[in-house]
């Protein structure tokens, strides 16, 4: 039996066991911490302590090794040039002491801690971490680790910002800037309110806020930098982007076909500006599939809350029925990507065959990882 497939069988066994009850105090709800503590638990260390998994994991070992080689010489830290609040968690488990399996674990406890504490903020929490476990907990977590970290403090960002505490919103948001430049595209959220007037300021002082966010772009990006991006990943296709985006479009479709049922959120026009994105992603992904795929992770706290939240806003279909075929969709992407993905050999926890930090890399001197 696949292990990952066992975790996801194991939640949603616990989860089935009251999907077709009207009982409230379901066995969910009712040790809500303990299970969502024990979640937290084995994610953290399964995450923490992976295998070796995607050319991204490989680069920030190298990444991490360079900073280590030069501290240990010079006793002083040089950037690798990679985004500055990822470099500063680096610096400090490199002035513990510590290797790198202490950086993915650390960096695995922020990941999902923020994918629970925000799972606890729904009513129905466990859908949210099936999806978790399905999507984001394989593509992201088999690699792309500052973009993880990132989306964990956007899951806060999110958080702050409807419940009104603007001030820490932003201090979130800032971070996850920091954490991975692309966290960038949810910024349109510091110009929308949360209730009353959609916009913050007047026309005039947004269309002035607008430029000086076009500026910082271009100034974190570099025009070069970002059209060698573009060239790059124009040759990079994404076998999965495109049943993916295609996923984030039918999302959409479902919010704006219940557009009414989530006027009552106060994520309403958060869900509004991320479903529009969400349509334009799958035309996107047939010519940049790569970045499509980056782009649609950072909409995930969308996709959460509308998953979570459709299977009771039908009146003619049973809210278990709705939830049984979402448990078996996300089952069946969970089987196919396991066992068929190009790399599916190598999403092994506790493996370590090809584990990095176990003997030196013959690249080390070789090339250079940089962003």
């Not at 302590?49 to 010489?73: A, P």
């Not at 993915?104 to 923020?114: A, E, G, K, Q």
């Amino acid at each position: 039996m696949n292990f990952y497939l066992l975790i996801f069988l194991s939640v949603a066994l616990i989860y089935s066991l009251n999907l077709f009850s009207n009982n409230e105090k379901s066995l969910a709800m009712k040790f809500k911490f303990s299970i969502s503590s024990f979640l937290f638990l084995i994610l953290v260390v399964i995450l923490g302590f992976r295998d070796t998994l995607g050319s991204d994991y490989g680069s920030y070992f190298l990444d991490f090794t360079y900073m280590q080689d030069i501290y240990l010489e010079n006793n002083y830290f040089v950037t690798q040039k990679l985004d500055l609040f990822y470099e500063y968690l680096s610096f400090f488990i490199i002035y513990l002491g510590l290797p790198f399996d202490y950086l993915s674990l650390l960096i695995s406890f922020i990941f999902v801690f923020s994918i629970i504490f925000f799972s606890l903020q729904e009513n129905d929490y466990l859908m949210i971490i099936l999806i978790f476990l399905s999507y984001y907990y394989l593509v992201l977590g088999m690699g792309y680790i500052r973009q993880g970290l990132s989306i964990s403090f956007l899951l806060f960002f999110i958080h702050f910002w409807r419940n009104e505490k603007i001030f820490l919103s932003w201090i979130f948001l800032i971070i996850a800037i920091l954490t991975h430049k692309f966290a960038i595209v949810s910024s349109f959220l510091i110009f929308v309110r949360p209730k009353d007037n959609w916009l913050y300021f007047n026309k005039y002082l947004y269309i002035f806020l607008a430029i000086i966010l076009v500026y910082l772009s271009y100034k974190i990006f570099e025009s070069k930098n970002i059209i060698e991006y573009f060239e790059i990943y124009s040759l990079e296709r994404s076998s999965g982007a495109l049943y993916r985006t295609l996923g984030g479009v039918i999302c959409a479709i479902l919010f704006f076909s219940k557009k009414s049922f989530f006027k009552k959120r106060s994520d309403y026009r958060y869900l509004y500006v991320s479903s529009t994105i969400l349509m334009f992603l799958f035309p996107a992904s047939f010519f940049y599939s790569t970045i499509s795929d980056r782009l649609l992770a950072y909409f995930l706290p969308c996709i959460f809350i509308i998953l979570s939240t459709i299977p009771i806003t039908f009146k003619t279909v049973k809210p278990s029925l709705i939830k049984f075929f979402l448990i078996t969709i996300l089952f069946s992407h969970l089987l196919f990507w396991t066992n068929y993905s190009n790399q599916s050999n190598l999403y092994v926890p506790y493996r370590m065959i090809d584990y990095p930090g176990s003997k030196d890399s013959p690249y080390k001197y070789m090339i250079r990882y940089c962003c």
